[in-house]
Nanobody, 119 residues
Framework: QVQLVESGGGLVQAGGSLRLSCAASGRTFSNHVMGWFRQASGKERELVAAMNWSGAWITYADSVKGRFTISGDNAKNIMYLQMNSLKPEDTAVYYC????????????WGQGTQVTVSS
């Protein structure tokens, strides 16, 4: 059974940094796409960044380009989201998710971790 466990959220001042981690278990993820999503209060969930495990394909939301970096440690099955120059509008619950490469919908989700950026 696939399990995704996020960690690293918290409260940070604007301009600060946080690194989120997502520990994945339950199968081999070499044929998966991994992604970070976020959902702010009263808003729809949005894709923040995604990658395949090889790192050959990476995509970012326009709102985080140049500030956030997604990466993965294949040996440990851990995905990271390094978030720099944080803004109050980055405040949200951040979710880790995964799907098989041949699917279009992310079908496994973590429980989420809160990121709050104060102004």
């Amino acid at each position: 059974q696939v399990q995704l466990v996020e960690s690293g959220g918290g409260l940070v001042q604007a301009g600060g940094s946080l690194r989120l981690s997502c520990a994945a278990s339950g199968r081999t993820f070499s044929n998966h796409v991994m992604g970070w999503f976020r959902q702010a209060s009263g808003k729809e969930r949005e894709l923040v960044a995604a990658m395949n495990w090889s790192g050959a394909w990476i995509t970012y939301a326009d709102s985080v380009k140049g500030r956030f970096t997604i990466s993965g440690d294949n040996a440990k099955n851990i995905m990271y989201l390094q978030m720099n120059s944080l803004k109050p509008e980055d405040t949200a619950v951040y979710y880790c998710a995964t799907r098989e490469t041949w699917k279009t919908t992310f079908n496994y989700w973590g429980q989420g971790t809160q990121v709050t950026v104060s102004s």
